[in-house]
């Protein structure tokens, strides 16, 4: 997964997990009026850097490694949890979303909080930054696999549903003159292609011809939006909208013949290939087109691979 895709399921695990889903539930707990000399072995054996402090199962303070060291250097005086334990305690509760134990700790730069579960009032757990990091790791992992078994279940899709016509439709508007999104469509149905378990070469003869039409939408149309419809046998991609139209469909079709106008050809685009390149990469195309209403373009790619990418990967690769 990208860089910029990781940083995005994060911000979205933060908000879809609860403070539960990462504290510790398996508590090690102290008693206030344990000296403070027998926090060592704690500490040690448990590899924690913090304790809850627990009277009669209420929760009465906090003793953290810190509050520790602070008696070590006091001279390792004869004093009991109790006296050096924090009794001012924050807390989160375990329905809480992740955000919340996130926020708490960049706002108060603690090292941990007590868990409570909201309905009975009970300590339930511990939460630390560190418990925060390890449980969104784990749960990246857990969607990564399931992801893998999510496209091996998506490529038998059609295997699985029972019905004489099923079919898959999605799509996208396209902004005009927008050229900083251009592309952004035809690179997500190239995705979700990829996911459906489509073939690559298919899927790469689709994405070129998508990313042309939807460039054609950019630079002309207004209202521009492309539809894939995926069955067992077939995807269609139509991409229809309202703009100028063609006077001459097939003088369009002619490689070179181009009406853009010279500051988007500054831009690098509008070379007279699009439709051409469309043409090539797809099984079909019919394209109805009424000036001053705008066109109508219906592609189809076959399932089946008779029809070899036009262009390499390379060139798929440089244009999606």
Not at 44 to 69: A, H, M, T
Not at 106 to 123: A, N, Q
Not at 210 to 218: D, H, T
Not at 285 to 310: D, Q, R
Request: with cysteine; glycine share 8%.
């Amino acid at each position: 997964m990208s860089e910029v895709s990781n940083a995005t399921k994060i911000q979205e695990l933060i908000y879809e997990l609860k403070v539960n889903d990462a504290c510790m539930n398996k508590l090690i707990t102290t008693n206030p009026e344990i000296p403070m000399n027998a926090l060592r072995i704690v500490f040690r054996d448990n590899r924690i850097s913090g304790v809850p402090v627990l009277d009669r199962g209420n929760l009465v303070g906090i003793i953290s490694l810190e509050d520790f060291i602070d008696w070590l250097y006091d001279g390792h005086k004869a004093s009991l949890v109790r006296d050096r334990m924090s009794r001012k305690i924050s807390i989160l509760y375990s329905g809480e979303p992740l955000i919340s134990a996130v926020q708490r700790f960049e706002k108060t730069g603690f090292g941990r909080f007590p868990v409570i579960d909201r309905t009975t009032g009970m300590l339930c757990g511990i939460i630390t930054k560190g418990d925060i990091i390890e449980c969104l790791l784990h749960k990246l992992e857990i969607d990564y696999r399931e992801e893998e078994i999510h496209r091996y279940r998506a490529s038998h899709l059609f295997e699985d549903i029972v019905g004489d016509r099923t079919s898959i439709c999605f799509s996208s508007n396209v902004e005009e003159k927008n050229f900083d999104k251009a592309g952004y469509t035809s690179s997500s149905i190239k995705k979700t292609l990829r996911r459906l378990g489509v073939h690559p070469d298919i899927v790469r003869r689709a994405s070129i011809a998508s990313y042309e039409a939807e460039m054609n939408l950019v630079i002309y149309a207004t209202n521009g939006v492309i539809t894939v419809t995926v069955n067992s046998e077939l995807i269609k991609i139509t991409v229809k909208d309202s703009g100028p139209g063609m006077e001459d469909v097939t003088k369009a079709m002619k490689p070179g013949f181009s009406t853009a106008p010279n500051w988007v050809r500054e831009l690098g685009f509008g070379a007279g290939i699009g439709l051409v390149n469309i043409n090539n990469c797809a099984d079909s195309m019919k394209i109805s087109s009424t000036p001053g209403v705008g066109t109508t373009i219906n592609l189809e790619f076959n399932w089946n691979l008779e029809k070899p990418a036009p262009f390499g990967e390379d060139f798929c690769e440089s244009r999606i």
